[in-house]
């Protein structure tokens, strides 16, 4: 694999010099400054579960000095073994995280931590609160959640901002229904429903399983130029380079739909390209296969489909034969 993952080159830089409103949500983390390690003051089976925290914050604080998702998820995994984890530990262990809040990193050691209590437990269904983090617009005040994910979770309402929801999942479920920043990267397996908006990337390099955005992907909201300056711009994309799996929005999408993709299906129940859209609307940029479906309205393409198929309200429409 590449010294950087997919969602690690998310993370860490986007070319586009022309955003004002940063796409990367720990980009301004250049080194990782070090932070002295609280050791949480618990008692009990649920002390085990602290100490492994600390132990882990510990030792990525001393090991490493960049963003490495996958390093520190499977340290992650290796600090809890031979822990007994039930979801009740998770769920109380979830509340508990608020005391971390100033850690560097933290939007992102805990979604891990977390993702790795949920598979490390010997249960299979959870509930995750977020309404006790810190809320802000961005960066998203929990990262990577559900990162390759195999049970099933409810992540309850709240106005939380969210982002690398079910990132590399495996099988199992996820339902979220807060604003997600993006969901389902590399996701092999399972389903993901989101019951709101997402903001930027939809099942990047999708491989398998299901996702439905019973919402808009784009905020629904249009998007302006003025000069060379993009008014609250974000970079969309949903099923770029997916080789498989189906993705259904039941609201309206904006930016590339399908780019590079290779297989697999993408349903769209509103409209697609719509005018005032700041970036290139596409459909199907680049693709060597699959099937996109929009039931609305097609506004106009910025460039040509690749070899996919493309139907609009039921008739096919490219390629035009």
């Given at each position: 694999m590449n010294s950087l993952t997919l969602a690690e080159k998310r993370i860490s830089s986007l070319?586009?010099?022309?955003?004002?409103?940063?796409?990367n949500p720990f980009k301004r983390?250049?080194?990782?400054?070090?932070h002295a390690v609280r050791r949480a003051k618990v008692t009990g089976s649920f002390a085990k579960i602290g100490e492994a925290w600390a132990n882990w914050t510990d030792s990525i604080n001393r090991r490493f000095n960049v963003v490495q998702i996958e390093k520190w998820y499977d340290s992650a995994v290796s600090v809890l073994e031979g822990i007994t984890i039930h979801s009740r530990d998770v769920e109380r262990f979830n509340l508990f995280l608020i005391a971390y809040q100033d850690y560097q990193y933290f939007q992102l050691l805990s979604g891990l931590f977390l993702s790795a209590l949920i598979n490390s437990s010997q249960d299979t269904n959870f509930t995750i609160e977020t309404k006790h983090f810190s809320q802000s617009d961005y960066p998203p005040a929990i990262y990577c959640l559900g990162y390759r994910n195999t049970k099933n979770i409810i992540i309850k309402e709240t106005a939380v901002f969210l982002g690398g929801i079910g990132d590399e999942m495996q099988s199992g479920t996820i339902e979220v229904s807060s604003t997600v920043h993006s969901v389902g990267m590399k996701m092999k397996g399972g389903k993901i429903v989101v019951n709101a908006n997402v903001l930027h990337y939809v099942a990047s390099e999708m491989e398998g399983g299901e996702v439905i955005i019973n919402g808009n992907v784009g905020g629904g909201k249009l998007l302006h130029v003025s000069g060379d300056i993009i008014d609250d711009g974000i970079v969309i994309f949903v099923g770029a380079g997916m080789t498989?799996?189906?993705i259904i929005i039941r609201g309206n999408a904006d930016g590339e739909i399908g780019y590079n993709m290779k297989d697999g299906g993408i349903r769209v129940v509103g409209n697609v390209c719509r005018e005032g859209y700041a970036f290139p609307s596409m459909i199907g940029s680049q693709a060597s296969g699959g099937v996109i479906h929009i039931d609305g309205n097609i506004g106009r393409f910025s460039s040509w489909p690749g070899e996919c198929k493309i139907y609009?309200?039921?008739k096919l429409i490219w390629p035009n034969l």
């Amino acid at each position: 694999m590449n010294s950087l993952t997919l969602a690690e080159k998310r993370i860490s830089s986007l070319p586009t010099p022309i955003l004002t409103r940063a796409d990367n949500p720990f980009k301004r983390y250049k080194g990782f400054e070090g932070h002295a390690v609280r050791r949480a003051k618990v008692t009990g089976s649920f002390a085990k579960i602290g100490e492994a925290w600390a132990n882990w914050t510990d030792s990525i604080n001393r090991r490493f000095n960049v963003v490495q998702i996958e390093k520190w998820y499977d340290s992650a995994v290796s600090v809890l073994e031979g822990i007994t984890i039930h979801s009740r530990d998770v769920e109380r262990f979830n509340l508990f995280l608020i005391a971390y809040q100033d850690y560097q990193y933290f939007q992102l050691l805990s979604g891990l931590f977390l993702s790795a209590l949920i598979n490390s437990s010997q249960d299979t269904n959870f509930t995750i609160e977020t309404k006790h983090f810190s809320q802000s617009d961005y960066p998203p005040a929990i990262y990577c959640l559900g990162y390759r994910n195999t049970k099933n979770i409810i992540i309850k309402e709240t106005a939380v901002f969210l982002g690398g929801i079910g990132d590399e999942m495996q099988s199992g479920t996820i339902e979220v229904s807060s604003t997600v920043h993006s969901v389902g990267m590399k996701m092999k397996g399972g389903k993901i429903v989101v019951n709101a908006n997402v903001l930027h990337y939809v099942a990047s390099e999708m491989e398998g399983g299901e996702v439905i955005i019973n919402g808009n992907v784009g905020g629904g909201k249009l998007l302006h130029v003025s000069g060379d300056i993009i008014d609250d711009g974000i970079v969309i994309f949903v099923g770029a380079g997916m080789t498989n799996g189906n993705i259904i929005i039941r609201g309206n999408a904006d930016g590339e739909i399908g780019y590079n993709m290779k297989d697999g299906g993408i349903r769209v129940v509103g409209n697609v390209c719509r005018e005032g859209y700041a970036f290139p609307s596409m459909i199907g940029s680049q693709a060597s296969g699959g099937v996109i479906h929009i039931d609305g309205n097609i506004g106009r393409f910025s460039s040509w489909p690749g070899e996919c198929k493309i139907y609009n309200k039921g008739k096919l429409i490219w390629p035009n034969l």
